[in-house]
């Protein structure tokens, strides 16, 4: 395989824990809808293209018609070709595909204030909806999904129906890759302190015991069983907790019970260890997972992305690590999906190439090119699961945890839900390391939802 650049994975890293953006101030742009759907001949296997002689493969010049993507998740070009550009080329060499990548000048109201035409936004889910619907750039896809022969039930059919319910049952996007949460584990700290190494399908009680065995002071160094990032375990809660009632749009924070039992169970339970407690309160903050586990290695567990493998396949060489299932809950129930969907923008000028490109996206053949580089596929096909991280450097590790569990059921989401997890994420970090009981800090961050919200319809 080729080998990606060494500046890519600090980029893709950079990718996965970028935050987002706060809101622009005023009322977003707002676009007019492009030329309508064009009617292109398609070939009716799923994994077809636009055939030669179908209208849409040049312009009325004759040159190749333009597929433009665009993010502001902060992807590099060189990212976006390792995974998805190069591989699009290559199928679509009459298309001129470009990608626009966030930069100074390049954010998402510059780009619409200038008139800059994209035609594809991709963002994750939450995300997506957050920036998607205020801007106006939105295009339901469903007729193009249907002209187009695109089968929905070869997906998995949570990430689909997330897409659905935020939608109002429309689709405007479809998932490409998407994310899970698993346990990584330090070989070397388990052998150190000779305790037995996790194991897939074990339980989170199960889990807490080995945390609060492997939390010690050992030759003066504090050792944590267990480190996680607080807006991701939110954000992709097993529990399916939403975070906003759909029917009264407002904050679950305070009201729903089962926050409680939430953060009791992810956040308190496993960081209870002798000096853990001690280290929360004076750093007046919770552990920076990726550091403490790969660059510090005094974590022996992290419960984060899947998407790890790939995205710090460098630093990650550095740790004698593996893998294993999430502990659960509930029996054979993991983390919700977190999905990143593309979108077929209403400025899009040529939507039916743009069509037959997502329709190559979420083929078998593309899909089980980005399973080998260790990104998770979205669609529920086991020989495209076989094919999870063969082309890795870590393809000996246990890749099949990634797909042991069934993904929990996505809630329903709020085009500002990003938005509330942030405020979910400060406030339960703040009872975690002692500056707030548990009830004060649902109540906070009930009020601190609500001020979000209200930001958020004075901006529409």
Not at 155 to 166: L, S
Not at 246 to 257: A, F, G, L, S, V
Not at 276 to 284: A, K
């Amino acid at each position: 395989m080729k080998g990606k650049p060494a500046f890519l994975k600090s980029l893709l890293f950079l990718l996965t824990l970028a935050t987002v953006l706060g809101a622009c101030n005023g009322k977003p742009h707002t676009v007019a809808e492009g030329d309508s759907p064009q009617s292109g001949q398609v070939d009716p296997d799923n994994d077809s293209r636009t055939m030669p002689n179908a209208p849409g493969s040049k312009n009325e010049k004759g040159d190749p018609v333009e597929i433009v993507f665009y993010t502001n998740n902060g992807d590099s070009e060189a990212s976006f070709d390792y995974r998805f550009g190069d591989l699009i080329r290559q199928k679509f060499p009459d298309y001129s595909i470009k990608y626009i990548p966030r930069t100074q000048g390049t954010n998402l109201d510059e780009l619409l204030a200038n008139k800059t035409r994209f035609d594809i936004f991709f963002q994750s889910i939450g995300n997506f909806e957050e920036w998607a619907f205020p801007y106006g750039i939105e295009y339901d896809m469903s007729e193009l999904i249907n002209k187009h022969q695109v089968d929905l039930n070869r997906f998995e059919p949570t990430i689909i129906e997330a897409m659905r319910q935020a939608s109002g049952g429309k689709l405007f996007g479809l998932p490409v890759q998407t994310n899970n949460l698993v346990l990584y584990y330090n070989k070397d700290l388990f052998d150190k302190f000779g305790v037995e190494y996790p194991r897939d399908g074990m339980t989170w009680e199960e889990m807490v015991k080995l945390s609060l065995r492997l939390s010690r002071n050992d030759g003066n160094r504090q050792y944590l069983g267990y480190v996680h990032s607080p807006a991701h375990t939110i954000r992709m809660n097993p529990m399916s907790i939403p975070n906003v009632d759909p029917q009264t749009n407002k904050p679950t924070i305070y009201k729903d019970e089962r926050w409680k039992t939430f953060y009791e169970t992810y956040f308190k339970s496993p960081t209870t260890g002798s000096g853990y407690t001690d280290l929360l309160t004076q750093t007046g903050t919770v552990p920076n997972n990726n550091n403490a586990f790969v660059k510090d290695q005094n974590a022996a567990m992290m419960m984060y992305l899947s998407s790890l493998i790939y995205v710090w396949e460098e630093q990650l060489k550095a740790v004698n690590w593996d893998i294993v299932s999430l502990p659960t809950v509930k029996p054979g129930i993991g983390s919700q999906s977190y999905p990143s969907y593309f979108g077929i923008t209403k400025m899009a000028k040529h939507k039916d190439a743009a069509m037959e490109v997502l329709k190559f996206m979420v083929s078998d053949e593309f899909q089980s090119n980005l399973a080998r580089k260790g990104i998770m596929p979205v669609l529920n096909k086991e020989p495209i699961k076989q094919e999870f991280g063969k082309d890795s450097p870590y393809r000996d590790r246990n890749m099949k945890a990634v797909f042991y569990n069934d993904f929990a059921p996505i809630p329903e989401r709020a085009p500002y839900d990003a938005k509330i997890v942030n405020a979910y994420s400060s406030f339960f970090t703040q009872a975690n390391v002692g500056k707030l009981d548990i009830n004060s800090a649902l109540l906070q961050a009930e009020e601190q939802a609500n001020i979000a919200i209200e930001e958020y319809k004075k901006n529409q």
